[in-house]
């Protein structure tokens, strides 16, 4: 089956440090992986993506490698702003008009 | 730049009671589904919704849950009879291929 495995929060950094969130998949065939962040009451936006492996998908000074060969998609961030801090979501998609499987959620919230 | 929109912000509603929950998709997308956050928990997706039909729903979406896209713009879904455990929030999302864009979803309280 399809399933995605995150790591565990809370997660609380000062400002400047580096982050990693970790995240496992595991999928039937060749998903499109994700990185969603959820802002505090808000929805669901999306951060990033990668549709291959090997493929970098980045954004706003975040990254994350697909890799095939550790089925994985760790989120990275080389210095975190107060303005980071959010509920971040791992999840992949195996095809177009299929249903998200979403991890649990890793709360970031970054002190001045 | 266009995106979701879901109403209302924020329902709370008797246990027992019937709920409808509204979402306007982005115009040109094809796909739209219902997801729920129970507070806490992870995101689950309940339905999909393809050329007018169900293309796919999850084990939560039992006989209570029904989706609706009566015109062309908006897509509902309709909670028949309330139980506690259905308090979660619901987000609406829409697509024409891989990505999703997701609404800033509905907060269901069942008293």
């Known amino acids: 089956g399809n399933s995605v495995t995150q790591m565990e929060g809370p997660v609380t950094l000062s400002e400047e440090a580096f982050l990693t969130i970790n995240c496992t998949y595991t999928?039937?065939?060749?998903?499109?992986l994700f990185w969603y962040v959820q802002y505090p009451g808000e929805g669901l936006q999306l951060l990033l993506k990668?549709?291959?492996?090997?493929d970098k998908g980045s954004n706003k000074g975040f990254e994350a490698t697909y890799r095939k060969e550790t089925t994985s998609f760790h989120l990275e961030k080389g210095s975190v702003q107060v303005s980071d801090s959010a509920v971040y979501f791992c999840?992949?998609?195996?095809?177009?008009?299929?249903?998200?499987?979403f991890g649990t959620g890793t709360s970031l919230t970054v002190i001045p | 730049e266009p995106e979701v929109t879901q109403t209302p912000s924020h329902q709370v509603t008797q246990m027992g009671q019937e709920v409808i929950l509204r979402c306007v998709p982005i115009?040109?997308?094809?796909?739209f589904y219902w997801y729920r956050q129970i507070l806490g928990q992870k995101v689950e997706f309940l339905v999909s919704?393809?050329?007018?039909?169900?293309?796919?729903k999850s084990e939560i979406f039992d006989d209570q849950f029904s989706v609706e896209r009566p015109d062309g713009s908006n897509f509902t879904l309709k909670i028949r009879s309330t139980k506690l455990e259905d308090s979660a929030m619901y987000f609406c999302?829409?697509?024409?291929?891989?990505?999703?864009?997701f609404g800033p979803g509905t907060r269901l309280t069942v008293l």
């Open positions: 919704f393809y050329n007018n039909e169900i293309s796919e």
């Open positions: 999840a992949l998609n195996t095809n177009t008009g299929n249903q998200f499987y």
């Open positions: 999928a039937t065939g060749y998903p499109s």
């Open positions: 115009s040109n997308h094809l796909y």
């Open positions: 999302a829409s697509s024409r291929a891989a990505e999703q864009f």
């Open positions: 990668a549709t291959k492996a090997d």
